[in-house]
């Protein structure tokens, strides 16, 4: 065990364990390295920070050199938030894709094979996956990252996730309790609220994280939002109610408690992050997550002081303070356990790969049942296999195979910020692999239609979407394309809500770079 610097009192130790800082660049500073020795016990790390496993597998090696038993943690969801593969596209479908297959066996494999790349490259704490249930088809920051708008369907494939990474010896960190569904709004932004009653609640939203807890969940990440029925006053992520009441008394649960990030505008705008964090680890939370937006040493002094300071002047209980900092270092006892009980795996992974067509089962049985974790080629493939049994393929009236080069208009809305806009989505990329000569362009607004037209000239038009029915503009070049040429192939890469339309329609139910692998596939008959 590393030996903590001299000097550095118990309740300084214990303010620096429970936070969960992130950094700038691709080795660790000599701050976040010096901290380590004092105390800080985990460290998030962010597409910003990661450049290949191997660079990856060096870093987490260097922050072990300071403290052996270091949570080193990510958001790496698999689907369209990926931050391994944040300039690439990820090799594994979401959770959206995992629930339109519905074969939890499949959904474990996944989890385990994405949960072995975590572990060969360092990392020990996932945060993920999202337990939210899709109950409102406009939420703006959910969407494809929920397995879908079923609760049991969300709590079997959660429960699913939830053991194969944990097979891997990855600590898996269920998200975004008591559920970020049902909103409109994005917490990034500004505070989300939900106000189903309580029989609602406790039927829908509350089901998945119990499978979770069921299924040994080591962590559960809170959500910046208001749920008057829970709580009138205070956002879950700083409520006693909630994360004391709800989540320890009534659901049983005694893992790691762990906020979503502290800087999003819904706390960092209304409390302040200092604020915030003291009051979130006095309502019952055990860990801090900083670092997507404030990455700095001068940010972490000011949470460590903060709760330090809350201590002295009696706004926290200093044995709640040290219950938070036990529980991070009894995940972390956890797993450096599991690196000795984990079959090992090489930093690469493999690329992935594989030879079934689009909407065949093939390959599951052996993905699933070869996820003990030897990276073998049906473990390394088991994401295509799993995007190729998403897909869900229509024909319309007008047809007619792909069979020349065509011109692909990606129809281009905002990311979200959990999702970023570093990494690529569409189908162009594999399409030229395939159909060789292959163009493309990005379309947004409501010019978008007629300038998509006149780009395409007379070549054939896959039109891409995501999330078409959350977009007016998209809907209407839509319209637009399909007027003129209805022999054009319409790929959603979204969630699918609107009908099929367009000569063959393609709903991949996620945007992840085997997605539009599987996509392209099925648009040129490959």
């Not at 959990?418 to 000569?437: F, I, Q, S």
């Not at 699918?496 to 367009?502: F, I």
Request: hydrophobic share 45%.
């Amino acid at each position: 065990m590393t030996t903590i610097a001299s000097g550095t009192d118990t309740l300084t130790r214990d303010a620096l364990a429970v936070l969960q800082p992130g950094f700038t660049g691709t080795s660790a500073p000599s701050w976040l390295l010096r901290r380590l020795g004092e105390g800080l016990a985990s460290v998030g790390l962010f597409g910003r920070n990661i450049a290949t496993p191997a660079q990856v597998a060096a870093l987490t090696a260097q922050l072990r050199a300071e403290r052996d038993d270091v949570l080193v943690a990510i958001d790496e969801e698999g689907g369209d938030v990926t931050r391994l593969e944040v300039r690439t596209g990820s090799s594994f479908p979401g959770n959206h894709a995992l629930g339109a297959v519905d074969d939890t066996a499949l959904t474990e494999a996944v989890a385990h094979e994405l949960g072995r790349r975590l572990a060969a490259c360092g990392v020990n704490l996932n945060w993920a996956p999202s337990a939210d249930i899709n109950s409102n088809v406009d939420n703006p920051v959910i969407g494809v990252r929920s397995f879908g708008a079923d609760t049991s369907l969300v709590a079997r494939h959660t429960a699913a996730y939830v053991s194969g990474l944990q097979s891997a010896g990855v600590a898996a960190c269920t998200k975004h309790f008591p559920g970020h569904g049902d909103t409109a709004v994005d917490s990034h932004h500004a505070m989300p609220r939900i106000d189903a009653e309580l029989p609602v609640l406790e039927s829908r939203e509350l089901v998945p994280f119990r499978a979770a807890i069921e299924a040994g969940t080591r962590a559960v990440m809170s959500a910046h939002i208001l749920v008057p029925a829970l709580d009138p006053v205070h956002p879950a992520t700083l409520s006693r109610r909630i994360l004391t009441g709800l989540l320890r008394e009534e659901l049983g649960y005694d893992g790691l408690i762990v906020t979503d990030g502290m800087e999003m505008q819904a706390i960092s705008a209304t409390y302040g992050i200092e604020r915030g964090s003291v009051l979130a680890i006095a309502a019952g939370a055990d860990a801090i997550c900083v670092g997507g937006g404030l990455s700095d040493e001068p940010t972490v002094l000011r949470l460590r002081d903060a709760l330090v300071a809350a201590v002295r002047s009696g706004d926290l209980p200093e044995e709640r303070l040290a219950d938070a900092a036990a529980r991070v270092r009894a995940l972390a006892a956890w797993t450096a356990s599991t690196q000795t009980t984990t079959p090992s795996a090489s930093v690469n992974g493999g690329a992935p790969g594989g030879t079934s067509g689009p909407g065949s089962s093939s390959g599951a049985g052996s993905a699933a049942g070869s996820h003990a974790g030897s990276g073998s080629a049906a473990s390394t493939d088991v994401g295509l296999v799993a995007a190729r049994r998403a897909l869900t393929v229509t024909r319309g009236a007008h047809f007619a195979p792909v069979t020349e080069a065509p011109y692909v208009a990606a129809l281009t809305p905002v990311a979200n910020i959990a999702v970023g806009d570093e990494t690529p989505w569409g189908v162009a990329a594999e399409l030229r692999r395939l159909l060789p000569g292959t163009e493309t362009g990005s379309f947004t607004g409501e010019r978008a239609g007629a300038e998509a037209l006149a780009a395409a000239g007379s070549r054939r038009v896959v039109a891409v979407v995501r999330d078409a029915h959350r977009h007016t503009w998209m809907a209407e070049a839509l319209d637009i394309l399909l007027a003129a040429r209805p022999d054009t192939v319409v790929v959603e890469m979204g969630v699918p809500q609107s009908p099929p339309r367009g000569a063959l329609h393609i709903a991949t139910h996620g945007a992840a770079r085997v997605c539009g692998l599987a996509a392209a596939e099925a648009i040129a008959g490959a």
